[in-house]
T-cell receptor, first 118, second 115 residues
Framework: GAVVSQHPSRVICKSGTSVKIECRSL??????MFWYRQFPKKSLMLMAT?????????EQGVEKDKFLINHASLTLSTLTVTSAHPEDSSFYIC??????????????FGNGTRLTVT | AQTVTQSQPEMSVQEAETVTLSCTYD???????LFWYKQPPSRQMILVIR??????QNATENRFSVNFQKAAKSFSLKISDSQLGDTAMYFC????????????FGGGTRLMVKP
C-alpha cells in the first residue's frame, strides 16, 4: 500500500537552532501534503496545507515565518522549524494525498517526528 | 467552520467485549465524509473506517462498524470482540468535499482494552 516516510522520527535541538523535517511519499505522487502538530494526549491540529509548486496555506495562528514549508516536488514536502524554542517541542505529523479525487484518495500519514527543544 | 466533538476522553473495555465510542460534529454541509482513525502507541495514524454522508447504510469493516445518524450529526464507532491490539487513541474526523482532503479531528478517545 501507499507509504509516507517521515524523517527524522526523533530530534533534539538546542534553543535558537533550526530543524528540518521531511515528508516523502514513497510510491505515489502527492499533490497535497498536510502538516499537523499534536500535543501530548491531544488531537491533531492542522498547521498548514502544502501544495506542490505553490506557497503553503497556513492555518490561523500558525506563524509562517517560523514554520517554513517547502513542497518542491510531488514526493517531498519539508517543514523547517526556525529559531526553535522549548514551546515548539511537540509531535509533528505529515499526511499526503495522491491524485484521483478527494474521497477515493485517502490520506496517508507519516510516522511522525518528536521534536524536543532544550 | 466544522467542529468535531468526542465526549469520552478515556474508555476501557474487557477483552472480547463490545465498546462504542461517541462522536458528534457540527456542519452546514449536506455532503461530507466521516472517518475514524486509530493511533496506537507507535503514533502511526491508521484509518479504521469511513462513511460518506449521502450513504444511509452504516459502514462496516470486520469488527468495526459505525452508527451514522445524519440528522443528529452523530457518528459513533462500535468495536466488537475487542482485542488487546485495539488499545489506542481513536480520532473521529470530518472532511468536506472539494476542500483539498483537509481533515478536522475530534479531541480523541483513549481506549484501553483489558485482558
Amino acid at each position: 500500500g501507499a507509504v509516507v516516510s517521515q524523517h527524522p522520527s526523533r530530534v533534539i535541538c538546542k534553543s535558537g537552532t533550526s530543524v528540518k523535517i521531511e515528508c516523502r511519499s514513497l510510491d505515489f505522487q502527492a499533490t497535497t501534503m498536510f502538516w499537523y502538530r499534536q500535543f501530548p494526549k491531544k488531537s491533531l491540529m492542522l498547521m498548514a496545507t502544502s501544495n506542490e509548486g505553490s506557497k503553503a496555506t497556513y492555518e490561523q495562528g500558525v506563524e509562517k515565518d517560523k514554520f517554513l514549508i517547502n513542497h518542491a516536488s510531488l514526493t517531498l514536502s519539508t517543514l523547517t522549524v526556525t529559531s526553535a524554542h522549548p514551546e515548539d517541542s511537540s509531535f509533528y505529523i505529515c499526511s499526503a494525498m495522491g491524485g484521483g479525487g478527494s474521497y477515493n484518495s485517502p490520506l496517508h500519514f507519516g510516522n511522525g517526528t518528536r521534536l524536543t527543544v532544550t | 467552520a466544522q467542529t468535531v466533538t468526542q465526549s469520552q476522553p478515556e474508555m476501557s473495555v474487557q477483552e472480547a467485549e463490545t465498546v462504542t465510542l461517541s462522536c458528534t460534529y457540527d456542519t452546514s454541509e449536506n455532503n461530507y465524509y466521516l472517518f475514524w482513525y486509530k493511533q496506537p502507541p507507535s503514533r502511526q495514524m491508521i484509518l479504521v473506517i469511513r462513511q460518506e454522508a449521502y450513504k444511509q447504510q452504516n459502514a462496516t469493516e470486520n469488527r468495526f462498524s459505525v452508527n451514522f445518524q445524519k440528522a443528529a450529526k452523530s457518528f459513533s464507532l462500535k468495536i466488537s470482540d475487542s482485542q488487546l491490539g485495539d488499545t489506542a487513541m481513536y480520532f473521529c474526523a470530518f472532511m468536506k468535499p472539494n476542500a483539498g482532503n483537509m481533515l478536522t479531528f475530534g479531541g480523541g478517545t483513549r481506549l484501553m482494552v483489558k485482558p
